[in-house]
């Protein structure tokens, strides 16, 4: 038996052919077994040398990951970029290009990777979003410096909403982030009274009232209407309110084409988590309502129901604005809808010297002195603020309020 497979092997070997087979045979089980090597030896370097980092945009740690690229040199190395937002009245905003970056950063080599998915999307409705994937790797650095990096994301973003509230726009029917706006203290706001305090209160309130409202079976919503002539200073007591309240601001412009009554609805629904809905100017659409009336894209009625139709987001709260409270319908600002009314009017003497005390904190006697030469007339705090501003490197000529008063009396003609 041995002696037959001897032979055959002989006779075997004694062919080209076969010795030929034999040795390509040989080679190519020496390349793969060196090819599995190398993988076994890159995959231990890896696990070994090789930190990593992996999120997608659904977690925070994204948010402050791409803050950190952001504030880094490492974007400024990126060669392929992408415009990601043109919108925010800032110029462009630069992105990587989906693909693979690499840089070096502290002496370590990192390699950076942006997958967006052209299928998965993230979030529902008007806040869904292409599934985003961000990998970070470092070679020859630990899980220290990707610690590092979040921390400072997170610092940095920490800093952004210290800085004021973050403003959305509903924007094709996306809200769309404009970033942080500079924040506005409550007390910059001037009224005759502490009627924005009681607001402020009410709103503090109304959003730590959960519970209150679920255990009585009432929708936790809470709405508001800012009323008054131009320039007393609605558009600024959101913003105020937004910063004392550290709330974002979510905007809604009723008059943008493309708006449709379901659009509405889902834009409410999809709000941004803790934000101030605002629709500001409600006069400039609906003075009356109108059986059928439309403005733009929007019915009355669609209005009324994204406001607190069935499905309508719990915890939201909104902000109206006009400058013509007696040409809105009596539904639009009724309770549950309009729940606190707050008007912002012309403002006396006595308010516009803390306006003037503002502008200038060091001259007392400067702010008695305008407040006697106003004596009983009334100003927007936009109209004073505009004086003020004209002379803001002269105390004294402002306390004057020589043309401030003029101004008054030629309108009152
Ligand atoms: N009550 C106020 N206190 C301090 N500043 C004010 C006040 N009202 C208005 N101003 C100043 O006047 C300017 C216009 O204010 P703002 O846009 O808030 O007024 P508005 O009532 O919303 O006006 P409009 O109805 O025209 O939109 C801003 O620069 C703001 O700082």
């Known amino acids: 038996m041995f002696d037959q497979i001897a032979l055959y092997l002989t006779q075997a070997t004694a062919s080209d052919f076969f010795a030929g087979g034999l040795v390509l045979g040989c080679l190519g089980l020496f390349l793969r077994s060196a090819q599995l090597g190398l993988l076994a030896a890159q995959r231990l370097l890896a696990r070994r040398c090789i930190a990593r980092l992996t999120v997608d945009n659904r977690s925070h740690a994204y948010r402050q990951i791409y803050a950190w690229l952001e504030n880094s040199r490492v974007l400024a190395h990126v060669r392929q970029v992408r415009v990601t937002d043109l919108r925010d009245g800032r110029g462009p905003r630069f992105g990587p290009e989906p693909g693979t970056h ?10 950076f990777e942006r997958a967006i998915s052209d299928r998965r999307q993230v979030g529902q409705g008007q806040s869904s979003r292409m599934e985003e994937t961000l990998t970070l790797s470092i070679l020859g650095g630990g899980l220290a410096t990707i610690h590092q990096w979040l921390d400072q994301g997170a610092h940095l973003l920490a ?16 809200w769309e982030s404009l970033g942080h706006v500079s924040g506005r203290p409550l007390a910059s706001v001037i009224t005759e009274d502490d009627r924005l305090d009681l607001l ?103 209005l009324l129901n994204a406001i607190d139709g069935v499905g309508a987001q719990e915890g939201r709260a909104l902000i109206m604005t006009t400058n013509h409270i007696e040409r809105l319908d009596p ?38 002195s305008f407040v006697r030469r106003l004596g009983a007339a009334r100003f927007t705090p936009a109209e004073l603020q505009g004086w003020l501003l004209a002379n803001a490197h002269d105390p004294a000529q402002a306390a004057q309020a020589e043309g401030l008063l003029q101004r008054a009396l030629l309108a009152a003609a």
């Not at 729940?339 to 803390?354: I, K, T």
């Open 102 to 111: 690499w840089f070096r950063l502290g002496g370590v080599i990192c390699r």
């Open 159 to 174: 800093n952004a909403e210290a800085k004021g509230p973050e403003v959305y726009v509903l924007d094709d029917g996306y």
């Open 200 to 302: 402020a209160s009410d709103l503090r309130h109304f959003l730590a009232s959960e519970d209150w409202y679920l255990q009585r079976g009432v929708p936790w919503r809470r709405g508001y209407l800012l009323y008054g002539p131009p320039g007393t200073g609605k558009s600024s007591a959101i913003r105020a309110l937004a910063s004392e309240l550290r709330l974002a601001v979510a905007s809604i412009d009723l008059g943008r084409p493309g708006l449709t009554d379901d659009g509405l609805v889902r834009a409410f629904n999809q709000a941004p988590q803790r934000a101030l809905i605002t629709l500001e100017d409600v006069d400039a659409l609906f003075r009356q309502r109108e059986v059928g009336a439309k403005a733009a894209g929007i019915s009355f009625s669609g």
């Open 331 to 368: 539904a639009l600002i009724r309770p549950g809808r309009a729940d606190l009314h707050v008007e912002l009017g012309r403002v006396g003497a006595v308010a516009a010297g803390r306006l003037f005390a503002r502008f200038f904190p060091n001259d007392p006697q400067m702010a008695e």
